[in-house]
């Protein structure tokens, strides 16, 4: 049986927006800010960044509405490689806290295999705009690694720690761009158990989400105390999409890195309902996993070393072990 998802309230709460505008200059300040949110909701929006710009990322929903719009018997040519963050799959996602499906698709991109066949082919999508995509991946991942430089320091760790702990052009890079969709339902009321992405947290160290203006659903639910527990709050508050800003929440790999000092916390996004807007919905993340032979474990070693590949291999038993229960 599958952990209980059930609806628990909706609370408002503040969304912390983070400028990044003048980030070198400001840097000291964004980084209270990053840190502070970090420490206690374990989510912030960062806004005004250079790059990726808006533009850039309008390009790259273009581009995703593309691939989702070919015939599934050209999509499965790239079959999810569930071990390896690669591929494509429909529907196939099951959460523990709901035991059914997510009602999505998605694609899953690496930049080191971007020249092999877990890419669409070139008919599916043209080396033109897998080169946008990968243009894409780069700037989004200098970001990241701009944003995880702070968390390295705040932790004891050099600036550059978590950027060569996370080297994408590496064999065993783990890091990964993911194109989801969520398909048009209108006029279909799903059971309370089906959700459009059931209740989870993310196994990376720090996720990247770009959302569309209008396509909402997205919900946090704060309040847990260790990275390996299912443990969670009782109240979730909805995310207000804004085409451009980047919502970023911590994953379990960098609480366990933290020593739980950074919070993971609980995300869905809910299936509509009838008289709401059950029209489709596009997001894109970025997920920043350390490379499978980088060592994870805190300043404090509150838990025992383990490799960033068996940390993602444990909470996948973890995951599966729920489900079973």
Not at 148 to 158: H, K, R, T, V, Y
Request: aromatic letters at 10%.
């Amino acid at each position: 049986m599958a952990i209980s998802e059930a609806q628990n309230s909706i609370k408002p709460r503040p969304i912390q927006k983070i400028s990044l505008h003048n980030f070198s200059e400001r840097r000291d300040e964004i980084a209270k800010q990053i840190i502070d949110a970090a420490e206690n909701n374990g989510f912030f929006a960062l806004v005004n960044q250079e790059s990726p710009s808006p533009e850039e990322i309008r390009e790259v929903f273009t581009i995703s509405q593309k691939f989702f719009s070919l015939p599934d018997e050209m999509k499965a040519q790239t079959p999810l490689r569930k071990t390896e963050n690669a591929g494509w799959e429909c529907r196939s996602q099951v959460r523990p806290s709901t035991g059914v499906a997510d009602q999505k698709e998605s694609i899953q991109l690496q930049y080191h295999r971007r020249h092999d066949s877990s890419w669409p082919s070139d008919e599916a999508l043209s080396p033109e705009l897998k080169e946008k995509l990968s243009t894409f991946m780069g700037k989004t991942h200098r970001l990241s690694q701009e944003i995880l430089s702070i968390f390295a320091e705040a932790l004891g760790f050099p600036k550059d720690y978590f950027a060569r702990a996370h080297q994408v052009t590496e064999d065993d890079a783990q890091s990964t761009l993911r194109l989801l969709y969520y398909q048009d339902i209108e006029g279909i009321e799903f059971p309370p158990q089906y959700w459009r992405a059931g209740a989870h947290t993310d196994f990376d160290c720090l996720t990247m989400l770009f959302q569309r203006t209008g396509e909402d659903g997205l919900e946090v639910c704060p309040g847990r105390e260790a990275h390996s527990d299912f443990a969670r709050g009782d109240s979730w508050t909805p995310v207000e999409p804004i085409t451009g800003e980047i919502v970023c929440n911590i994953g379990d790999m960098l609480m366990a890195w933290s020593d739980d000092r950074f919070k993971s916390l609980f995300h869905r996004v809910r299936c509509p309902k009838i008289g709401e807007n059950q029209k489709e919905r596009y997001s894109i993340a970025y997920f920043n996993q350390a490379n499978k032979s980088v060592v994870v474990q805190g300043p404090k070693k509150k838990y025992p070393p383990m490799t960033a590949h068996e940390y993602i291999i444990s909470a996948l038993q973890r995951n599966f072990a729920q489900l079973k229960t």
